[in-house]
Structures are given as structure tokens and as C-alpha cells.
């Protein structure tokens, strides 16, 4: 089915360690996101992407990085984990500027550090 | 700043009623757009409706509306004859702006939980 694919969908990661969330979606949409959403709350802006090759900071990046090589793929690498880094994970995509009518989020990854 | 505000952490509905879930933004922007999600025990993000900053007609999605009042920047969602399964967290959600610029982030609200009782 067309959509977002997160991989994993858990995670357990101990302290210091490092991972790369996948993110792809088939939908040849041009923005995507990453967003973490801690227990109980919102979801933060980590990082986005307006195209391949472009990528940009959001609210909560410190820890993060992505990249975009392709339309389809964006991933996220944690470096050094911590236990702040505990949430649950959320890649999401949208089309074109003019029909932003909702993103479509992929399921989420749910990590835990340790 | 841009920023989402919902002041309801929780609430309660009887089945088959209508229930209300308030919702309050700030924005410089003239042209923004607000959203709601629903996200269940499962963890989804599902998305329930959408209302654009210049559009004169409150949005009506099913049994799912959204009472947009500019004046007061309020966006609040309206359910109407709940059901069990509308039990969830509900996100109110909005993006700036339109346009070759956008970059079409969104800003959360914190949510709102809703318990619709049998």
C-alpha cells in the first residue's frame, strides 16, 4: 500500500549507542518531516525537508541529524543517545505546497533509552 | 511566536452525544491553515479535517466539524453523536502560510484526551 514506512517500530538503545530511523514513503511527495512526540504530549518539529538534498532544522534537533538523497528516503541517525531521547518517533510526508491539506504520517518508531 | 493552546487535557462524553474540543492559536500570518488529528491507543496519527484561514465556510467532515472563529483565533472541533471507537487523543494542529515559501511545518497543540462513556 502507498504510504510511509517507519522501520523499526521499536527500539531499545542503551546510553551512547547510536541508530538510524528509516523513514520512505511512495508517494513522490517533495516534504517530510520527523517528529518526536513524548508520553502524553504534542509532537515537536526534529527536522524537515522541502526536496531532495535540502533538509532544515525544526524545533528539537539538538542530537539529530538527517539527510535527503532522495525523494524517498529520510532518515534520521541519533548520535550518542540519551535518556532525554526516550519518545516516540514520527516520519510524515505531504505533497505539493498547494493541496497542504494534512501530512501522512508513517506508524512510529518507539524508543527507549536505557 | 506561533503557538497552539488547548486547555482541555481531558475530557468525558456520553455516547450519542455531541462533544466540543476547544482549541485556541496565535499567529501573525494572514494565511494559515489548522488541522485536526486523532490519534488512538494504537499510536496512529489519523487525520480528521481541515479549515483554511480564508475560508468562509466552518469545515464539516462527517460527524467531525470545526467551529472556526477568526476573530477570537479559536478552531475548536465538534463530534457529533460520539461513539466508543472516538475515543482517543486529539491534536489540534496548525500550518503557516501558502505559497512557493512554505515549508508547510505544523505546530502542535498538547492534545486533548477523549473518553466517550457507554
Known amino acids: 500500500n502507498a504510504g510511509v514506512t517507519q522501520t523499526p517500530k521499536f527500539r531499545i538503545l542503551k546510553i551512547g549507542q547510536s541508530m538510524t530511523l528509516q523513514c520512505t514513503q511512495d508517494?513522490?511527495?517533495?516534504?517530510m518531516y520527523w517528529y518526536r512526540q513524548d508520553p502524553g504530549m504534542g509532537l515537536k518539529l526534529i527536522y524537515y525537508s522541502v526536496g531532495a538534498g535540502i533538509t532544515d532544522k525544526g524545533e528539537v534537533p539538538n542530537g539529530y541529524n538527517v539527510s535527503r538523497s532522495t525523494t524517498e528516503d529520510f532518515p534520521l541517525r541519533l548520535e550518542l543517545a540519551a535518556p532525554s531521547q526516550t519518545s516516540v518517533y514520527f516520519c510524515?510526508?505531504?505533497?505539493?505546497?498547494?493541496?497542504?491539506?494534512?501530512?501522512?504520517f508513517g506508524s512510529g518508531t518507539r524508543l527507549t533509552v536505557v | 511566536a506561533q503557538k497552539i493552546t488547548q486547555t482541555q487535557p481531558g475530557m468525558f462524553v456520553q455516547e450519542k452525544e455531541a462533544v466540543t474540543l476547544d482549541c485556541t492559536y496565535d499567529t501573525s500570518d494572514q494565511s494559515y491553515g489548522l488541522f485536526w488529528y486523532k490519534q488512538p491507543s494504537s499510536g496512529e496519527m489519523i487525520f480528521l479535517i481541515y479549515q483554511g484561514s480564508y475560508d468562509e465556510q466552518n469545515a464539516t467532515e462527517g460527524r467531525y466539524s470545526l467551529n472556526f472563529q477568526k476573530a477570537r483565533k479559536s478552531a475548536n472541533l465538534v463530534i457529533s453523536a460520539s461513539q466508543l471507537g472516538d475515543s482517543a487523543m486529539y491534536f489540534c494542529?496548525?500550518?503557516?502560510?501558502?505559497?512557493?515559501?512554505?515549508?508547510?511545518?505544523?505546530?502542535f497543540g498538547q492534545g486533548t484526551t477523549l473518553q466517550v462513556k457507554p
Open positions: 508517494m513522490n511527495h517533495n516534504y
Open positions: 494542529a496548525m500550518r503557516e502560510g501558502r505559497g512557493s515559501g512554505n515549508t508547510g511545518k505544523l505546530i
Open positions: 510524515a510526508s505531504s505533497g505539493t505546497t498547494v493541496a497542504f491539506y494534512g501530512y501522512t
